[in-house]
């Protein structure tokens, strides 16, 4: 399967530009991670939470799954 941009697919990569540039998502993502085992969980976490609040897709419209949100995990450091 081709790439897009070293992520996955168009949708991962979507995700993950939305969640490691906007400030509300990444620090939502941030405190998952911080409170759940691992970072498989924070993603289904996150998404039950987004889902919750009705945010089913990305501003863009690529929809929100926890395989994109655990991609977008990926590279995050916690302090």
């Known amino acids: 399967m081709p790439e897009y941009n070293g992520h996955k697919n168009y949708n ?3 995700v993950s ?8 998502l990444y620090r939502l993502a941030i405190d998952h991670i911080k409170n759940a085992p691992t970072r498989d969980k924070a993603a289904g976490n996150m ?3 987004l ?7 990305t501003p863009d419209g690529a929809p929100y799954s926890k395989s994109s949100i655990r991609a977008a995990m990926v590279d995050m450091e916690i302090h």
């Open 17 to 24: 530009l939305w969640i490691n540039n906007e400030e509300p």
């Open 51 to 57: 889902k919750d609040s009705g945010n089913w897709k």
């Open 47 to 49: 998404l039950e939470d």
């Open 12 to 14: 991962h990569w979507n």
